[in-house]
């Protein structure tokens, strides 16, 4: 059974800075698509970012410049770098895989993730 598995969540400033992590128990991790998924309260979950097995990465508009992802395939871990946070980031983060393709898949309805988290809570304080 596959579990993805987020730490790193809290609480923090703005201006400040977090990292996520998400441990992801599948066998074929290096050559999954991976992206990171967040929902603030009252609105619908939205895209942040993903990594293709190529390590090839994009970005939603809101957090380019100031968001990082990247994968490390012997710890099956994928990482958000959140830099220069801002209380609009506030929301629940969700790591996702998709496991049909090594590939992140821009146009396909939530980018063709189908496993998920449970998510980690991040708040960010003016």
């Known amino acids: 059974q596959v579990q993805l598995t987020e730490s790193g969540g809290g609480s923090v400033q703005a201006g400040g800075s977090l990292r996520l992590s998400c441990v992801v128990s599948?066998?074929?991790?290096?050559?999954?698509?991976l992206a990171w998924f967040r929902q603030a309260p009252g609105k619908e979950r939205e895209f942040v970012g993903g990594?293709?097995?190529?390590?090839?990465?994009y970005y939603a508009d809101s957090v380019k410049g100031r968001f990082t992802i990247w994968r490390d395939n012997a710890k099956n871990t994928v990482y958000l770098q959140m830099n220069s946070l801002k209380p609009e980031d506030t929301a629940v983060y969700y790591c996702?895989?998709?496991?049909?393709?090594?590939?992140?898949?821009?146009?396909?309805?939530?980018?063709?993730?189908?496993?998920w988290g449970k998510g980690t809570l991040v708040t960010v304080s003016s």
């Open positions: 996702a895989a998709d496991s049909m393709s090594d590939t992140l898949r821009v146009g396909v309805e939530n980018y063709g993730m189908d496993l």
């Open positions: 599948i066998r074929t991790f290096t050559t999954t698509a």
């Open positions: 990594i293709s097995w190529s390590y090839s990465t």
